[in-house]
Every structure is written in structure tokens, then in C-alpha cells.
């Protein structure tokens, strides 16, 4: 696989770890239910004329089972980040799955960069949010980051 192909399949893996995790928050679904369902009905298939690109499989089952695993700490950091008088919960769903997705790669996977980290959940952002919000998904991971990857 091409570095090309292989970043555009881990955008993809990140941005259905995002719907994911959504859906998991949404209907308290069981992560290897929901493996299942994304491996074999998402992943790469054609739903009501939406496309769902490749993703790299290992990646997507690394980021959401390892959201589900480390909530608490996650959603610590992430909740320590926040303006005073903000909590994780006042967030709406998608925006809490990006910043845990993006939280849980900055701490686990140390093979990938924190600019990269960041720019790719800024570039998931922009599938759900405005210039507004994306740029308090950029602050919130790089000061997430600062803590992390000291």
C-alpha cells in the first residue's frame, strides 16, 4: 500500500471510529457488535448512495475499542481542557467522539504524530462542524497533547 492510500484509509478508519463511537454513545451498543456491523455493512460499502471508503480495519478496531477502554481517562483529560463552566456532557455527541478519538490517539499511538493527530481530527471536524468548532477541536488536542506526549 502507498503512503497515499494508506493515509486516506486511516482518515477513513478515523472518521467511522467517529460514527462509530456516535452510535455506540446513541444505543449503547456493545463494541464487538458494533465491529461487526462496520467491518461487514460500512467499511467500504455503498448505503443509501453514500459512499463508505476503505479503512484501514486494524486502525478503525484500534481507535474505538480503545476509546471504549480508556473512557475514564480520556474523558478526564478531555474535561480538564475545557473552559471553566464547560463539561464533556454540555458538548453535543459527535463533537465529545471526536475529541475522544482524537484524545485516545494522542495517548496510545505514539507512531503517529501529534500535527498529524490533530490536522486529520480537524479534517473530521469539518464533516460535522463549521470553522467555529473545528478550531476548538485544533486547541482542545494540541492542549490535550501538551499533557500527553510530554
Do not use: C
Not at 455506540?24 to 459512499?51: C, N, W, Y
Not at 483529560?77 to 458538548?91: C, D, F, H
Amino acid at each position: 500500500m502507498t503512503q497515499t492510500a494508506r493515509s486516506k484509509s486511516r482518515s477513513a478508519a478515523r472518521l467511522a471510529a467517529v460514527q462509530a463511537l456516535y452510535q455506540q454513545e446513541m444505543e449503547k451498543t456493545s463494541v464487538p457488535v458494533l465491529l461487526h456491523e462496520f467491518h461487514h455493512h460500512r467499511l467500504g460499502a455503498t448505503i443509501e448512495d453514500v459512499e463508505y471508503a476503505d479503512a484501514e480495519v486494524e486502525f478503525f478496531d484500534d481507535l474505538v475499542k480503545g476509546v471504549d477502554a480508556r473512557r475514564v481517562e480520556i474523558d478526564r483529560l478531555i474535561a480538564a481542557k475545557l473552559a471553566q463552566g464547560w463539561s464533556l456532557e454540555r458538548l453535543d455527541r459527535p463533537m465529545r467522539q471526536i475529541l475522544r478519538a482524537g484524545t485516545y490517539e494522542l495517548l496510545a499511538r505514539v507512531d503517529v504524530s501529534v500535527a498529524s493527530v490533530i490536522s486529520e481530527y480537524v479534517d473530521v471536524a469539518h464533516a460535522f462542524y463549521d470553522k467555529r468548532e473545528t478550531s476548538f477541536v485544533n486547541g482542545l488536542l494540541d492542549a490535550v497533547a501538551k499533557e500527553a506526549r510530554s
